[in-house]
């Protein structure tokens, strides 16, 4: 069965055990891809289904829920890194090319600004 969604997880402290708190549902393809932006604390996932996804996380909450999908590659998205600075996404796809998606300041929108 193919991997569709990105099981999350927390350290306890003191502990050497970890406890699934979440499971990120909604790529229709596999999980290839993920990184988490440290300014925000969202988390990107990049998929075979040729999307990437944001994830939010629920103030006070240990719950994420997606909040927008970033569309416009032709191939699966394979890589997926997010600048601490500012926040912006850059996507890497099967179909040679990378996307760079500008973060709405002081919002959680993100556009596509340029295919490289």
């Known amino acids: 069965e193919i991997l569709r969604s990105l099981v999350l997880g927390y350290r306890y402290a003191y502990k050497d055990k970890y406890e699934n708190i979440q499971v990120l549902e909604g790529h229709s393809r596999s999980v290839r891809a993920v990184a988490v932006c440290t300014q925000t604390g969202n988390i990107v996932t990049g998929s075979w289904d ?3 996804r ?24 394979r890589a997926v890194a997010v600048c601490t600075q500012t926040g912006n996404i850059v996507t890497g796809s099967e179909d040679k ?3 760079v998606w500008k973060r709405e300041q ?11």
């Open 97 to 99: 090319t990378a996307r």
């Open 50 to 52: 040729k999307t990437a």
């Open 54 to 77: 944001v994830w939010k996380r629920e103030q006070g909450r240990d719950n994420y829920e997606n909040i927008q999908v970033l569309e416009g590659h032709s191939g699966s998205v």
């Open 106 to 116: 002081g919002r959680d929108n993100y556009e596509n600004i340029q295919v490289l």
